[in-house]
């Protein structure tokens, strides 16, 4: 048993949907969370320089001693993953792609998935790869999502914000018309929006949550290194984020449901 922390780290605050799945099903693990907000969004950024922020969010969260990485961020999942993986041996390090990835293979009954992304997780191709690996039949359409991450990130989550509304339907349509009965929710973001993009998508479509997802696999890998923590009390909670610090806690607190004020510093990366 290891009673170490997990390191988590998005962009933002889109890893939190991550944190409230872990925080649900197994409350007495420790965790710290960094959101790399001074450098969000990280969708529009070339290959390179998402390596080298995912590399540095790497290196902070392991000098707080964590037992286990969770790349709660599809863009430095579908970019980074190999570098990641290769530099850290002697961790756990998970990303978000493969569990939604087979979640949404699961959960298809046409064999129509689409998925919601950034334009670097778009343009990586990576959902695909993993979808062809699981079931060549499954037909993905993808749709890149440019203004989501930066309207969540400036606490616009209320489904009835007229600019949210109208994106989450601009981009919602073109996996509507490929007959899409299973959508992806590609960026750890996009269910803080969930309620804004479930209007766009209609009542039928089922929304599959890549951070929640990725909690999953995350717990059976500790499990099967024998590393889940030893307690029956809850971990301890740190966040650290590299800009914005009083945004970051109001929409984290708003989303997570309770106060992240007193465990939230602002790092120096």
């Not at 450098?39 to 790497?58: F, I, K, T």
């Not at 606490?155 to 949210?164: A, F, I, V, W």
């Not at 209609?202 to 923590?229: F, H, M, Y």
Request: proline fraction near 6%; aromatic fraction near 6%; include cysteine.
């Amino acid at each position: 048993m290891d009673d170490r922390p997990i390191g988590i780290f998005d962009s933002g605050l889109g890893g939190l949907t991550a944190v409230r799945a872990l925080t649900a099903a197994a409350p007495w693990e420790s965790f710290v969370y960094l959101g790399d907000t001074a450098h969000a969004p990280y969708g529009d950024r070339p290959a390179e320089q998402l390596r080298a922020l995912s590399r540095q969010n790497v290196r902070f969260l392991r000098s707080r001693g964590v037992k286990a990485l969770l790349v709660a961020c599809n863009t430095s999942t579908a970019n980074a993953m190999d570098v990641m993986l290769a530099e850290n041996p002697d961790l756990p390090v998970l990303g978000v792609i493969e569990p939604a990835a087979e979640a949404a293979v699961s959960a298809t009954e046409t064999g129509r998935v689409g998925l919601l992304a950034t334009a670097a997780t778009v343009a990586s191709g990576a959902y695909e790869r993993a979808i062809r690996r699981l079931d060549p039949g499954v037909q993905v359409t993808a749709s890149a999502c440019p203004k989501l991450v930066p309207l969540v990130e400036a606490g616009r989550t209320d489904p009835d914000d007229t600019e949210l509304a109208a994106a989450a339907e601009e981009y919602a349509a073109p996996l509507l018309a490929a007959g899409a009965d299973t959508v992806i929710l590609g960026c750890t973001h996009y269910p803080i929006i969930r309620a804004a993009i479930r209007r766009a998508v209609g009542p039928d479509v089922t929304l599959i949550d890549s951070g929640a997802a990725s909690v999953g696999a995350l717990l059976k890998a500790l499990e099967a290194r024998q590393a889940l923590a030893d307690r029956k009390t809850p971990g301890s909670r740190r966040f650290f984020c590299s800009a914005g610090r009083e945004m970051f806690v109001k929409t984290g607190s708003a989303f997570l449901g309770w106060d992240m004020a007193g465990l939230t510093e602002q790092a120096q990366l």
